[in-house]
């Protein structure tokens, strides 16, 4: 086993090489802007190692789990167009929508959830793929929270089998590819939108894999740190009367990074590092779900952290 993932680590690794050399060739670069918080034009679309991970477990292993697979090469194929072409809004979201109903299909969603539940599922598989996308805005952080996201799902595994754990060391080496070029001070690729999205589609699938499993609501605590960040930005942007859609630098850790000058791998650390913390305590450690009295009120002071921390660094910087 442990042969078989070093070839499958070179092989991605030498994916990443290639990739990096052609995206320089045809300019294939990510320029900075007013939004941006880098400074140098730096190659964009690395994240095409997350699903070429899925690609090589699919084939490594029989061409199961085909929908999800097909799904995933959706998303990213058109995810790396609009890396280069910026494509509709429109466009993108009916292509995000197709392939979580493939994963949705996968999973048998149709048949065990009634309509309103399926709805739900769609509301929040759609909500967390543009969450994972607008919190890739920093080196590491992309990568560092999906490796905390799926070793924890390893973890549990241990005690519940639940996932496809070949798959997911399979994405685990993918991802640590990727950190190689994109966790340092000056990162060598971003993972672009085929990255984020390929990863928030595979976050989707797993979490309505572990939803159908335990029937707990509770399995959104594993996304935590993004879902409060993401949710609670867009209320702020809409209370001010923003386009919450466009691009922006107001979430917290785009003010760490920009107005604080903090090193993005240090709070890409940061980020990663409680939502370990949360997963280990309140899964992992105890090796059940937690209650819901316990998620909600874990919920409610994770906001009202988040917010005292937010508001007192725009007060200091003089940010709306």
């Excluded at 190659?43 to 490594?60: E, K, N, Q, T, Y």
Aim: overall charge positive.
């Amino acid at each position: 086993m442990i042969l078989s993932h070093l070839i499958v680590f070179l092989i991605l690794l030498l994916i990443a090489l290639v990739y990096q050399r052609l995206a320089i060739r045809f300019k294939i670069i990510d320029v900075p802007n007013d939004r941006s918080s880098h400074q140098i034009p730096t190659v964009r679309g690395g994240g095409i190692l997350f699903p070429a991970g899925v690609l090589l477990w699919w084939m490594a292993f029989d061409f199961q789990n085909t929908w999800m697979v097909i799904g995933i090469l959706w998303v990213a194929a058109i995810s790396l167009m609009d890396d280069l072409y910026s494509l509709s809004r429109k466009l993108r979201f009916g292509v995000q929508f197709l392939a979580i109903s493939m994963a949705f299909f996968e999973l048998d969603v149709f048949q065990l959830m009634p309509w309103y539940v399926i709805l739900g599922f769609y509301i929040i598989g759609l909500g967390c793929i543009n969450a994972v996308n607008f919190m890739d805005g920093i080196n590491g952080i992309t990568g560092l929270y999906s490796l905390v996201f799926l070793g924890s799902l390893l973890a549990i595994n241990e005690y519940t089998p639940i996932f496809d754990s070949e798959l997911i060391q399979y994405e685990i080496l993918a991802i640590c590819v990727f950190l190689i070029f994109n966790f340092r001070k000056r990162a060598m690729m971003f993972a672009g939108d085929i990255g984020s999205i390929s990863i928030a589609y595979l976050m989707i699938y797993f979490m309505t894999q572990w939803y159908l499993e335990t029937k707990s609501w509770t399995v959104v605590l594993v996304l935590l740190v993004y879902g409060v960040e993401t949710i609670l930005t867009m209320i702020q942007r809409g209370l001010n009367k923003e386009n919450v859609l466009q691009p922006h630098r107001k979430h917290l850790y785009q003010i760490l990074a920009n107005e604080g000058k903090k090193e993005h791998v240090l709070i890409a650390v940061f980020y990663a590092m409680i939502q370990l913390l949360l997963n280990y305590f309140l899964f992992i450690r105890y090796k059940t779900m937690p209650a819901n009295d316990l998620t909600v009120l874990v919920i409610v002071v994770f906001c009202l952290l988040y917010l005292s921390i937010k508001l007192s660094l725009q007060r200091k910087h003089h940010l709306n």
